[in-house]
């Protein structure tokens, strides 16, 4: 199983997140101009917490496999820019609008403060409506689940996560949860494009529309609509209480799922539980910050992911065959990994199989 996992994994190319702005980013590459005309310029968010320390893993990786990226990094502000209402400067903002193309590493926000999510800040003002991530169980490394291989859809940029919320009277608040036609019909044929030039068979909308009628009933029938663009896709709808049952029960089930925000912020950190998510979808981990604990292994697979964007699609090969053989040997894993090398360590290890 573990030989057809790997198959799968290259010829899918999924290798972390990617919140696409494009819908033909399937299609196509991005050259970004940089200094050197041999260069790629893209812009990198090392993030906070232990955001840095992974961020340093995946240059050193990248020097090692002598990938032509020239990185722009930009740090979370200090405070807050009242261009974009949070402490996401509008300067980093532009400079991913003029490569095209970004890594993130993991960003806190300060709960209750009054400013905009960092996250959201980025995927409103860049419009990265298509959240994508890849769940996958990895050879040699033995977890609850052998068999998992799916990946989740997540409309990105309205739901629950649209900022919309007042106090109508003391002790009384309202979040309006909102859902479009347009974003919910975009997101939907992402998902069913990237269904049929990955190679995949099946796609899950997860939804609750038997409670919420009006707006999840719109969701459905615009992946209704897309679905029937798609024959040789086959379709179903999933309750997002159930989806979680059969999630937890045989993850197996499932080979693509879209939905909306909240959903999908939900449902790809349960399948992160137990199984190795190509995605830095974990927090910032303040606790263990600056301590040579941290695991590379989700932002250098979302790293990957990003250079099958650029069409580097040998040093993208090469990459990740090098995270997955130091994890398979095991003699070289982080402490969430049930091991005791460090980050060093780890990413030591990654570059000598490179």
Known sequence: ?????????????????????????LDRSFSAAASDSNMIR????????????????VKQVFKVADV??????????TEIDPRTQSFLTWESLESVRQNKVGLKGPMATPIGKGHRSLNLTLRKELNLY?????CYSLPGYKTKYDDVDLITIRENTEGEYSGLEHQ????????????????????AEYAFHYAKTHGRERVSAIHKANIMQKTDGLFLKCCREVAEKYPEITYEEVVIDNCCMMLVKNPA?????????????????????????????????????????ANPTALLLSAVTMLRHLDLHDKADKIQDAVLKTIAEGKYRTGDLGGKSTTTDFTKAICDHI
Request: proline fraction near 6%.
């Open 168 to 187: 109508v009277v003391r002790g009384v608040v309202e979040s309006l949860k909102i859902i479009t036609r347009q974003a919910s019909l975009r997101v």
């Open 68 to 77: 032509p990226i020239e990185w722009e990094e930009h740090f979370v502000g």
């Open 1 to 25: 199983m573990a030989s057809q996992i790997v198959r799968r994994l290259a010829r899918s190319r999924a290798g972390g997140l990617f919140s696409s702005a494009n819908p033909s980013f």
């Open 253 to 293: 089930l499932f080979d693509v799922l879209v939905m909306p925000n909240l959903y999908g912020d939900i449902i790809s950190d349960l399948c992160a539980g137990g199984i190795a998510l190509a995605e830095a979808v974990h927090g910032s981990a303040p606790d263990i910050a600056g301590k040579n604990l």
């Open 42 to 57: 893209a812009t990198l968010f090392p993030g906070d917490g232990i955001g840095p320390e992974i961020a340093e893993s």
């Open 130 to 134: 298509a959240n994508v991530r890849p």
